[in-house]
């Protein structure tokens, strides 16, 4: 039994949403971890603020890359 058009696109969004979701779960975890080395303030310092910006610059570049590269598109 074939699934409908419909419930098949509403199946693809919820994959994509599911790996969206992911990614910035993963994103959070590593640039925190690796930005915010003390007990957090009210704001970021200058330096976290730079490191999250530049950590989550690369994690998205690297993640572009990779997608490329496993669909086949260089």
Known sequence: MDASPDL???LEQE???M???EIVSK???ECW???VTGAPGSKFS???TTCMTNCAQRFL???QLIA????GSQ
């Open 8 to 10: 098949q696109r509403l």
């Open 15 to 17: 994959k994509e949403r």
């Open 19 to 21: 790996m969206v979701n």
């Open 27 to 29: 994103l959070t975890s």
């Open 33 to 35: 971890d690796k930005c």
């Open 46 to 48: 200058s330096g976290e």
């Open 61 to 63: 570049d690297m993640s």
């Open 68 to 71: 490329r590269k496993l669909g």
